[in-house]
């Protein structure tokens, strides 16, 4: 009897934190905060928003964003944005 070979399942993160997308995305995290004000990214604020609460940011957006670019990441939330309104 064969035993199944172990699967390593890695968990990804639902949310980032800025500097960890800025790392990931290989661009300054200042650079970054200009996006997040221009609304480039969905902010997710727990706790409120204003100085000194933390702010994280979707993982799949920023994938988006330094895979295909800004365009399609505004396509995406454009098709995302309708579908959770109906739920």
Avoid: D
């Avoid at 390593?8 to 960890?20: D, N, W």
């Avoid at 995290?29 to 004000?37: D, K, S």
């Avoid at 670019?69 to 995406?76: I, N, Q, S, T």
């Amino acid at each position: 009897m064969t035993k199944n070979p172990k699967v390593v399942v890695t968990i990804k993160p639902v949310r980032l934190a800025p500097k960890a997308a800025a790392e990931v995305l290989s661009i300054h995290h200042e650079t970054l905060r200009e996006l997040i004000a221009r609304g480039v990214f969905t902010v997710i604020c727990p706790r409120g928003r204003g100085v000194g609460k933390r702010i994280y940011l979707l993982t799949e957006e920023v994938e988006i964003y330094g895979t295909r670019g800004e365009e399609a990441l505004r396509e995406h939330r454009a098709k995302i944005k309708p579908a959770k309104r109906r739920a």
